[in-house]
């Protein structure tokens, strides 16, 4: 009951839309086709800067000490590459996403030539 009432409801709105932009002189676009069966997306809410979670996951702060231990011995931050290698992760992007979320909680920042270094001032946890 309630997925046909949400079909209604939109199939409503496109008609406006088309109606309103009609009146505009515009070219109205024909939406996609509705399925009632198929899932609709449900947007989610902004998060703002400020609001972002500043706790460090337990994976996170063993990339950080892999970052650590690999700076020590080699004189550089390792590459996306060596982090995903050395965790076993398939994918290198898997990698990025823990270096930047570590960069976005103040841990690790860019240097100079765009390269990573471990950040100058300690986080407060």
């Known amino acids: ?71 020590g011995r080699n004189d550089l931050i390792p590459p996306y590459w060596k982090i995903a290698e050395h965790f076993g992760w398939r994918s290198i992007d898997t990698a990025r996403d823990r270096v930047v979320a570590l960069a976005q909680k103040g841990y690790i920042e860019r240097n100079e030539i765009g390269g990573w270094r471990l950040a100058r001032k300690e986080v407060e946890a």
Not at 4 to 13: H, K, L
Not at 30 to 47: E, F, G, L
Not at 58 to 65: C, G, I, K, R
């Open 1 to 71: 009951m309630a997925v046909e009432v949400d079909f209604e409801i939109r199939a409503m709105c496109q008609d406006a839309n088309r109606i309103a932009a009609r009146l505009r002189g515009e070219k109205y676009a024909k939406p996609r086709a509705i399925n009632p069966m198929k899932r609709q997306r449900v947007a989610k809410p902004a998060v703002k800067p400020q609001e972002r979670k500043r706790e460090v996951t337990e994976v996170q702060l063993e990339v950080l000490a892999f970052m650590r231990d690999f700076l």
